[in-house]
C-alpha cells in the first residue's frame, strides 16, 4: 500500500541552527500538507502545496513540493524554542481525501 | 473558539469495559475522522464517514466501532479495551473540495486502560 515517509526520524539542534525535514512518498500525490504537533497536543496544519515544484514560505519555515509530486521539504532556518514539536506531511490517497500521515520528524531545540 | 471539540480529553477504563468518545464540530464539515495516535507515532486512520457514509480501513479492528448521528456529532466507540488500545484518539474533519482539504483536529481523548 501507499506509503509516506520522513528523516530524519529525530532532530536535536541548538538554538538559531537551520533545520529540514524530508518526506518521500510511494506514490505521486496531487498535493501535499504539513503538520506540526507540539508535545502533548494535537497536529495543527501549517501549509498545503498543490503544484509541482512548488515553494512557500511562512516566515522562517520554507517547503517545498518536489517537480515528481512525490517528494516534499520543509526547512526551518535559526530555529527557535517555539519550534519544537513533531512535523507531518501529510498525501492523500490515490484518487481519494483521505490523507496518510508521513511518519514524523520529531524536533528538539537546544537553548 | 475549539471548532473540533472531543471528550472527555482523559479516559481511563478498565481492561474489557467498553467506552464511548464523543467528538462534535461547528465547522459543518462533511468528512469526520477517527485517528489512534500512539506514543512517539503518527496518526493511524480507523475510520470515517464522509456524510452518512461509514468507510472502515482495512486493518482496523472491529473492537472499534463508531456512530454519526447527525453532521456535527460523531462517536468513537471500543467494546472491549485492551492494554494496547491505550492511545490518544484524534478525531478530525475537513471539507471535500477543490484540491485539497485542510484536516482540523480535535485536542485529542487520552485513553487509559488498567
Known amino acids: 500500500g501507499q506509503q509516506v515517509m520522513q528523516i530524519p526520524q529525530y532532530q536535536h539542534v541548538q538554538e538559531g541552527e537551520d533545520f529540514t525535514t524530508y518526506c518521500n512518498s510511494s506514490t505521486t500525490l496531487s498535493n501535499i500538507q504539513w503538520y506540526k504537533q507540539r508535545p502533548g497536543g494535537h497536529p495543527v496544519f501549517l501549509i498545503q502545496?498543490?503544484?509541482?515544484?512548488e515553494v512557500k514560505k511562512q516566515k522562517r519555515l520554507t517547503f517545498q513540493f518536489g517537480e515528481a509530486k512525490k517528494n516534499s521539504s520543509l526547512h526551518i532556518t535559526a530555529t527557535q524554542t517555539t519550534d519544537v514539536g513533531t512535523y507531518f506531511c501529510?498525501?492523500?490517497?490515490?484518487?481519494?481525501?483521505?490523507?496518510?500521515f508521513g511518519t514524523g520528524t520529531r524536533l528538539k531545540v537546544l537553548a | 473558539d475549539a471548532m473540533v471539540i472531543q471528550n472527555p480529553r482523559y479516559q481511563v477504563t478498565q481492561f474489557g469495559k467498553p467506552v464511548t468518545l464523543s467528538c462534535s464540530q461547528t465547522l459543518n464539515h462533511n468528512v469526520m475522522y477517527w485517528y489512534q495516535q500512539k506514543s512517539s507515532q503518527a496518526p493511524k486512520l480507523l475510520f470515517h464517514y464522509y456524510d452518512k457514509d461509514f468507510n472502515n480501513e482495512a486493518d482496523t479492528p472491529d473492537n472499534f466501532q463508531s456512530r454519526r448521528p447527525n453532521t456535527s456529532f460523531c462517536f468513537l466507540d471500543i467494546r472491549s479495551p485492551g492494554l494496547g488500545d491505550a492511545a490518544m484518539y484524534l478525531c478530525a474533519t475537513s471539507r471535500v473540495g477543490g484540491s485539497g482539504n485542510t484536516i482540523y483536529f480535535g485536542e485529542g481523548s487520552w485513553l487509559t486502560v488498567v
Open positions: 502545496l498543490v503544484k509541482s515544484g
Open positions: 501529510a498525501g492523500p490517497t490515490s484518487g481519494t481525501y483521505k490523507y496518510i
